[in-house]
């Protein structure tokens, strides 16, 4: 099991929601599902730039969680996450 951390500062909430609603089932078409997500994430330690939303992915292996970031068809969803503001995704491993 691998694991990657979403983050977004939202200023397109409507992307967002749109994006949450197909979200799920194209992170399972890659063995990929939402472990915790929050849309209050707060500092542990430091000083980091707190976005609106969070969330812990998991994945069975990193190639699947590459081949989810990479797969053409997902493409259009990706791009709609992207509009929904600023986001980052960060494999842990």
């Known amino acids: 099991m ?3 951390v979403f983050k977004a500062t939202v200023t397109n909430p ?3 929601a749109s994006y949450r609603d197909q979200a799920g089932a194209a992170l399972a078409k890659h063995g990929g599902k939402v472990e915790q997500a929050t849309p209050a994430p707060s500092a542990l330690d430091g000083a980091p730039a707190i976005p609106t939303v969070a969330a812990v992915l998991s994945f069975p292996d990193a190639g699947s969680a590459r081949a989810w ?3 053409p ?8 996450r992207r509009s929904a503001g600023d986001t980052e995704i960060l494999l842990l491993g």
Do not use: K, P, R
């Open 14 to 16: 409507e992307a967002l």
């Open 73 to 80: 068809a997902l493409a259009g969803l990706h791009a709609l």
């Open 2 to 4: 691998i694991y990657a």
């Open 69 to 71: 970031i990479d797969d």
